[in-house]
């Protein structure tokens, strides 16, 4: 049987009774926009983020875009930021007329590289923009230091339940943390949904009010926002689907190490690049590297064993078309673009069976 990359079907039926049950109440009380639900969601949300404040917002794209201009971000400011995410990392700052600053990564983690930020010159540089890919919670410990007054907004998107070293929650150690609810993400959403944490109450006020266009009372604005409200439907469904968060993620460790003692059995880990999991890693991604130019090779012959994988990213940043202008060119981040080059993403999902594992590691070993 073919392997799916995600298969949402799979997720825990109690569950899904509870997101339609949830979703259902909203459709007979009609209150669609904001609301009980939102508050309700906001309120059961905070414990997990440590008690920080909690606004839920439209996606994780306007997360990050909402968060930029509680900021104050805006044209002649400079975000520091990674060469390697998902395009909405750097997309974001050039929406709000900033100029985005990319320092390379850091290979086990895929996260900024430390060093690289210390060689990075502070002037003009409102925001510094760190991603936790792939559900590995870096150490901000350095960031924060180099920082020093200038906030730091986490982009949490794929590390909601993760922590840092010092076992502080993704999100709540910088200024802001931004976290998608995209459906395939550990908690997803039925849809587009996100939020922002912030431990600031003069932040989350604010936040509150850019996301319904800056008003202060009924159409009176004290500045401008943006339609950034996450639905009172989104809203009660990842309510009804918080109390299974552990267990999804615990799910995605769970087959994350099943990948890691499958491959060290098979003797792959000497021949491909495998991740660390640990207990703090949420296991968004079980994301390898395949070198020597050997990466899409090994995708085709995984494909037509009919095992789904994918390449999260194939492009770093600075060589997309729509930042030329930066003045970038190939070299100039090597090992986000090594990473470009070599990773692959395989199912990791909750609801992954033994035997599709099993599948997925065998043809990698008559592949590489």
Excluded at 280 to 301: L, S
């Amino acid at each position: 049987m073919p392997v799916p990359l995600v298969d949402l079907s799979r997720l825990p039926e109690e569950r899904d009774h509870a997101i339609r049950e949830a979703v259902l109440r909203v459709l007979d009380h009609r209150r669609y926009i904001l609301g009980p639900e939102v508050e309700a969601f906001e309120a059961a949300m905070a414990p997990v983020v440590d008690g920080a404040h909690v606004i839920g917002v439209s996606s994780g794209t306007d997360a990050l875009l909402i968060a930029l201009m509680a900021l104050g971000v805006g044209r002649g400011d400079r975000v520091v930021t990674t060469p390697f995410s998902f395009f909405a990392t750097a997309g974001v700052v050039s929406r709000l007329g900033a100029t985005p600053v990319f320092v390379d990564i850091e290979p086990r983690s895929f996260g900024l590289d430390p060093e690289g930020l210390g060689k990075i010159p502070q002037d003009g540089v409102s925001a510094v923009l760190p991603v936790h890919l792939f559900g590995d919670v870096a150490d901000l410990s350095s960031f924060l230091d180099w920082a020093g007054d200038i906030p730091v907004l986490e982009d949490a998107a794929q590390a909601i339940g993760g922590r840092d070293p010092a076992g502080r929650v993704a999100g709540t150690i910088g200024t802001l943390g931004a976290f998608s609810f995209f459906p395939t993400k550990n908690l997803g959403a039925c849809g587009d949904a996100g939020m922002v944490v912030t431990r600031s109450s003069e932040f989350a006020d604010q936040l509150r009010r850019l996301r319904s266009h800056g008003q202060t009372d009924r159409y009176r604005h004290g500045e401008v926002g943006g339609n950034f409200r996450l639905d009172a439907v989104q809203a009660a469904a990842l309510a009804a689907s918080l109390p299974w968060l552990e267990f999804l993620t615990d799910s995605r460790r769970s087959n994350a190490r099943g990948y890691l003692d499958r491959c060290g059995a098979r003797g792959l880990d000497g021949r491909i690049g495998l991740p660390w999991i640990h207990d703090r890693h949420t296991a968004h991604q079980f994301v390898i590297r395949i070198p020597d130019g050997r990466r899409d090779a090994v995708r085709e012959g995984l494909k037509e064993r009919e095992v789904a994988s994918e390449i999260y990213y194939p492009l770093p940043f600075h060589l997309q078309p729509c930042f030329a202008a930066l003045g970038h060119g190939p070299g100039d981040f090597p090992e986000a673009e090594r990473a470009a080059d070599e990773v692959l993403a395989l199912p990791v999902f909750p609801g992954l069976r033994p035997g599709e594992l099993d599948a997925v590691v065998e043809a990698l070993d008559d592949l590489v």
